[in-house]
């Protein structure tokens, strides 16, 4: 698909780490689990998700970034789980004084 993390609407199952920022969805907005792992929504926001932030982050100048723990299957629970990464995209955005990303998936 061109994003990081994301499937096409009928792919199952969906991958490990987009169903850990699926499981964040909840806890962190109360949001339920979307019904497909299409980000496409996300991205027409202007959510970019990386790879590899930490190493991306020089290039990305003053632009908002969130830097949390991988969202892998085999290391969400080290950092990941519970850090907020979700809404915590908000704030950067509320401060400069634009809109918050709605992270309502279908």
């Known amino acids: 698909m061109g ?9 199952r199952p969906a991958p490990g780490s987009l169903e850990n920022i699926f499981r964040e969805l909840h806890p962190d907005l109360g949001l339920p689990r979307p019904s497909n792992g299409d980000l496409t929504p996300w991205a027409e926001q202007g959510v970019l998700l990386l790879r590899d ?8 100048g003053d632009f908002p970034a969130i830097e949390p723990s991988h969202p892998s299957p085999t290391s969400a629970d080290r950092g990941f789980f519970g850090s907020r990464p979700v809404s915590r995209t908000n704030e950067p955005l509320e401060r400069r004084g634009a809109e918050p990303v709605d992270r309502r998936l279908p």
Do not use: I, Y
């Open 53 to 60: 932030t930490r190493n991306l982050r020089p290039s990305l």
């Open 3 to 11: 994003l990081s993390f994301s499937v096409a609407p009928g792919a």
